[in-house]
């Protein structure tokens, strides 16, 4: 299972990258595309949308289901990956990489202390 | 309903030993896919691939009356069924309501196996008990005894004389026939639930794991895999294969469900007939109909909103992203005015309403 030690991560699987201050880009881990296997649709957030830690942002389908994608913490979505819009198996072929749903400028930086890092993740699947 | 309350096949311990998902459905822990159900779904549809069935019912309904008798519960005509023959017919309600859709092979002249689904075992072994009255058949349940296989896709042929040997003959279409592999005896049926070529294999549950074992050993070189639930569905779906308790209810007749084909109204005297003279006569009030999503959407799921010329108008009773396709794929019951091909109708997914098109069934014709 790969899970880059330097990233942020959250119960719900979703990996978190800093970029700058208030920034984070954000997609699923590697653990949870497994679990979820065959991406076939992605349903992007707006930018310039904001919504609340713990709010729906994205959803994300494979065959069998769809599964909500929470905002790690409260912000205002800035950029979204609109790769996935024609190719949303990116998530299974690079999660960390082409694979990443949205970018969020972050309310509080504070927020983000709370999360998990690597270790604390590969804890929460043991 | 708990794990506890779940039954378990006996392969149970072959899935999760090949890193399966299991899900409970219809009473079992059932593996809903090994790898990827598009992986499992392409298996099927080019080469082949094998799914445990054994959670299906058999019963068996023997006696000197049990072909007239069953042919007064079942709507297909089994005077049809030379003996090896086998028909896909329904067990309706009074109203005419589906209770369950199953296969009836004629084992003998005077035996009968019906091979029923996994939730309805119990329902449909009780309706016929109750409605035997002096015709004098027996009704077994032997669905404990049995473990099944359903083996499925183009090259279904190379493995069987693989298995079976290569002098042996596949049965015709829904002929089922004994074959014997190794010290095992197996009903070998040319049935099945994908679209694809196919077999559908019955034999003591005891042997499970071993048939399992030499069916994925011998189909290593076809390129066969283990297929799950999922890919079942898609398989199915495509093919506009009905699911009882999804697509099929009590609450509705199989001529809504566009199955009349699988309906002998020519015969004198069978459960429903009255009602669904009634309908052949007034045409059905609701019809089970196919469609595809146009253009980009997510894919349509279960219970999604159906909106026609803007009003609400049903939901769906099946929904899922096509692998062959790469489309939305779903079905619904819709009323009046009568459906037809070509409408355009709008699926709610998530509050947005998405455009799809009724189109002919099967959704998937093989090229």
Redesign the interface.
């Known amino acids: 299972m790969n899970i880059p030690d330097d990233l942020l991560y959250t119960e719900s699987h979703e990996w978190i990258r800093r970029e700058g201050d208030d920034k984070i880009r954000v997609g699923i881990t590697d653990h949870a595309q497994a679990e979820l296997t065959d991406v076939v649709y992605v349903e992007l957030p707006k930018t310039g949308a904001s919504y609340d830690a713990r709010g729906t942002i994205a959803v994300v389908e494979s065959v069998k289901a769809a599964s909500d994608i929470y905002a790690p913490v409260k912000g205002t979505v800035l950029e979204v990956n609109k790769a996935l819009e024609s190719n949303p198996a990116l998530i299974n072929t690079d999660p960390y990489g082409e694979g990443w749903i949205y970018v969020l400028q972050v309310e509080s930086p504070d927020q983000l202390k709370a999360l998990k890092d690597a270790a604390g993740y590969r804890a929460s699947l043991a | 309903m708990s794990d506890a309350a779940e039954k378990r096949t006996p392969l149970y311990g072959e899935h999760v030993r090949l890193g399966a998902r299991i899900i409970p459905f219809g009473g079992w822990l059932m593996p809903?896919?090994y790898?990827?159900?598009?992986e499992e779904h392409e298996a099927v549809r080019k080469d082949v691939g094998v799914f445990d069935i054994s959670h299906m019912g058999e019963l068996v309904v023997s006696g000197p009356a049990a072909s007239e008798w069953l042919n007064t519960m079942l709507t297909n005509n089994i005077a049809r069924l030379e003996v090896g023959d086998g028909q896909y017919t329904f067990l309706l309600n009074d109203e005419a309501g589906v209770i369950d859709d199953l296969i009836v092979y004629r084992i003998s002249d005077d035996k009968f196996l019906l091979v029923v689904n996994a939730a309805r075992v119990e329902e449909d072994f009780n309706w016929l008990g109750a409605h035997r009255a002096q015709s004098g058949v027996q009704i077994a349940n032997v669905s404990d005894s049995y473990a099944g296989l359903a083996i499925q896709g183009p090259k279904v042929g190379e493995l069987f004389h693989a298995l079976f040997g290569s002098e042996q003959e596949m049965p015709a279409r829904n002929r089922i026939a004994r074959f014997q592999l190794n010290a095992t005896e197996i009903l070998v049926a040319r049935t099945g639930y994908t679209g694809e070529d196919g077999i559908e294999v019955f034999f003591a549950a005891e042997a499970a794991p071993s048939v399992w074992r030499e069916v994925l050993q011998k189909g290593e070189s076809l390129g066969i895999r283990p297929c799950g639930l999922?890919a079942r569905d898609?398989l199915r779906l495509e093919m506009c294969y009905p699911l009882n308790g999804s697509d099929l209810s009590p609450e509705h007749t199989p001529l809504e469900a566009g199955l009349g084909f699988f309906v002998d109204l020519a015969k004198p005297n069978f459960t429903g007939r009255e009602k669904l003279l009634q309908q052949k006569e007034n045409g059905p009030a609701r019809r089970l109909v196919a469609f595809k999503m146009k253009g980009?959407?997510?894919?349509p799921?279960p219970h999604y909103r159906v909106f026609r010329a803007g009003k609400e108008a049903g939901e769906l009773t099946s929904g899922?992203?096509s692998?062959s396709l790469n489309e939305g794929i779903a079905m619904a019951y819709l009323a009046t005015p009568a459906p037809q091909p070509g409408e355009e109708i709008e699926i709610e997914v998530?509050g947005q309403r998405f455009p799809a098109v009724i189109e002919k069934k099967p959704l998937y014709k093989k090229t």
């Open positions: 809903v896919q790898s990827s159900i598009r999922g898609t980009k959407s997510p894919p799921r899922t992203l692998p998530r």
